[in-house]
């Protein structure tokens, strides 16, 4: 295995050995011809079938998930599933790149901003059926048009493969999420033509061993190099010759230690324009993610789901996402609020007991308490009690990205539900820091009133990279056909939630926005108000009984699809 073991001292001349493999290496990926790298990709998904037990179970085991918990099916859903997910994508869309093909299939339509939208979710009949009820739609950047689309994607396609010269990129991995490193490692290589080395996160490198198991193929054509160490590795790969560009997934202070520096000599370099490394950096950064609540008449069974809806934004990986609600916006004037967040804090309460397992949780937590003025704790019984507490006059709640099981609350005043939408709206946009994912929370009748076209027109204020409706932006994270990333418009000078989109299967070049919905209610319940779709409670809410059954099962459904495989799937997710 090309594995780098994190030692005290880093061997650096084992680092220039894989950088300079991938160096030399990097033309012929580029020109790699694309019947290539569907093999490439059809192997990589059966070598990555047969670790991916063991990936789910250690990286359970070392997020200190409880013995035999559903919550296991996290790391299925958010480890193989979504790197399966991606490669059956990147197959498709390269199958289809002859003419750009793959763009004939997606329907498209122009919002009420006058923006094209294309829809990417449902793309098949296994969405249709799997996620049932579910849409996602790429909002492109303004000046495309459905004439210009196909100039705006897979750009890079365009060179014919003789004439492409490949380029080394470096991608630091996140530490939460298991499939963040190897997904942002695809964006380079396939959409981009980059050979790349992954430098994993201290926090989750008990991964490499089957990223480097599942990647083999990718590795045997010196595309690709993993590598384990802390800070010192990190800093020694930014600046080393041969890296070209750079990818960051974290922090916006981590984003900025790597660009700017540090104390004085961050505040100079920030103030002249100098950067620190004069490399492209694209990234994914964290943000103060806002939930918006949208008043209405909610009966009891809505509310109840509603709740471990909510539950799910916060609590999903023990709180430590980057989309994780941490502003929950509430309608001051609503009957039903303090209801909502009964239900809020029993579902809590009812939840398997589960450890803030990434490090400086506590201090973060502590932090987050004593800048509260009236914090309340929701008991999780054995788990760290989660911090609940209302957004302070001085703005440190909208400002500072928590990164654990801590909850801030923000209510509007007002009746009118549109104007209650644009008021929250421009508190998201003013307020709150970064503009990565945003989730809105709206009863269908309450679209009605205030109409479609409205909403959309409301909606269409809103600046982040993700909006869910009815759903959480997590999901756009787990459907890789979506593009995913910050609003458009960051700079070095001020990264916000980052610069760039990764995943984006249909290799989008100008993307703008992710638009996803998800139906208000479950099967069946949904039957008795007229709904249409077939999916019960989704297997990644964390009150899902079956999600780690269900996980697995969605894992080898995407490795070779089948009808026959679909009743247990069925069969499992009703019972969740």
């Known amino acids: 295995m090309n594995q780098i073991a994190q030692d005290i001292i880093p061997d650096f001349s084992v680092i220039d050995t894989a950088l300079g493999a991938l160096s030399r290496g990097k033309d012929a990926w580029a020109q790699t011809p694309i019947a290539e790298r569907i093999e490439i990709l059809s192997e990589i998904k059966d070598r990555l079938m047969e670790v991916s037990e063991g990936w789910a179970e250690t990286a359970a085991r070392h997020k200190l998930i409880p013995s035999g918990s559903p919550l296991v099916g996290e790391e299925w859903l958010s480890g193989p599933y979504a790197v399966m997910s991606a490669c059956n994508g990147l197959m498709q869309t390269l199958s289809q790149m002859e003419g750009k093909a793959f763009l004939s299939h997606l329907p498209t339509r122009q919002t009420a901003n006058g923006q094209l939208s294309v829809r990417v979710v449902p793309h098949s ?69 980059q050979v790349v080395v992954l430098k994993m996160n201290p926090v989750n490198d008990y991964l490499t061993e089957y990223l480097e198991a599942a990647l083999k193929p990718l590795i045997d054509r010196d595309a690709l190099r993993i590598v384990r160490g802390g800070a010192e590795v990190g800093g020694y790969l ?23 520096g540090v104390g004085q000599e961050a505040v100079e370099n920030k103030r002249a324009g100098t950067p620190k490394i004069d490399k492209p950096i694209t990234s994914e950064l ?27 934004q916060k ?72 911090i609940v507490a209302p957004a302070d006059a001085d703005g440190w709640f909208a400002r500072n990205e928590v990164f654990a099981p801590a909850l801030s609350t ?11 939408l644009v008021a929250a709206v421009r ?38 990279g993700t909006i869910a409706i009815n759903a959480w932006t997590g999901l756009a994270f ?43 209610r479950p099967f069946p319940r949904n039957l008795l108000s007229g709904g249409m779709t077939l999916l019960p409670r989704p297997p990644w809410f964390v009150t899902n009984r079956r999600q780690h059954v269900v996980g697995r099962l969605l894992t080898r459904f995407q490795h070779r699809p089948s009808w026959f495989k679909l009743p247990g799937i069925f069969i499992n997710a009703l019972r969740g």
Not at 127 to 155: C, E, F, I, K
Request: net charge negative; glycine share 8%.
């Open 125 to 193: 009949i296994w969405d249709r059926l799997l996620l049932s009820g579910v849409t996602a739609d790429v909002w492109m950047q303004p000046d495309v048009t459905a004439q210009s689309l196909p100039q705006h994607t897979a750009q890079a396609y365009d060179t014919p493969p003789a004439q492409r010269q490949g380029k080394l990129a470096l991608v630091l991995g996140a530490g939460n999420i298991a499939s963040i490193a190897p997904l942002d490692a695809f964006q380079k290589l396939f959409a981009e033509h």
């Open 238 to 260: 930014c600046n080393h010759p041969l890296v070209e560009e750079i990818h960051i997934t974290g922090a916006a202070a981590s984003h900025d230690m790597i660009v700017w």
């Open 286 to 312: 964290g943000a103060v993610c806002p939930t918006i609540v949208v008043p209405g008449h909610w009966s009891e069974a809505d509310l109840q789901f509603q709740a471990e809806h909510l539950a799910t």
């Open 315 to 386: 609590l999903h990986n023990s709180g430590f996402n980057c989309v994780a609600c941490q502003m929950l916006i509430l309608p001051a004037d609503w009957p039903q609020k303090d209801r909502l967040l009964d239900k809020l804090r029993a579902v809590m309460a009812g939840l398997d007991a589960r450890q803030a397992y990434y490090p400086g949780a506590e201090g973060r937590m502590q932090d987050f308490a004593d800048h509260a003025l009236q914090a309340d704790r929701f008991d999780r019984g054995a788990a760290p009690a989660c």
């Open 410 to 420: 923000h209510e509007i005043g007002g009746n009118d539900p549109a104007a209650y």
């Open 427 to 464: 508190y998201a946009n003013e307020t709150l820091s970064g503009t990565l994912g945003a989730n809105i929370l709206i009863h269908p009748a309450t679209i009605r009133q205030i109409r479609r076209k409205r909403f959309e027109e409301i909606i269409a204020d809103l600046h982040y």
């Open 478 to 520: 787990l459907s890789t056909a979506c593009p995913w990333g910050a609003f458009p418009g960051h700079t070095l000078q001020d990264v916000s939630s980052g610069i760039g989109f990764v995943h984006n299967t249909f290799m989008f070049d100008a993307p703008e926005r992710v638009v996803i919905r998800a139906p208000w």
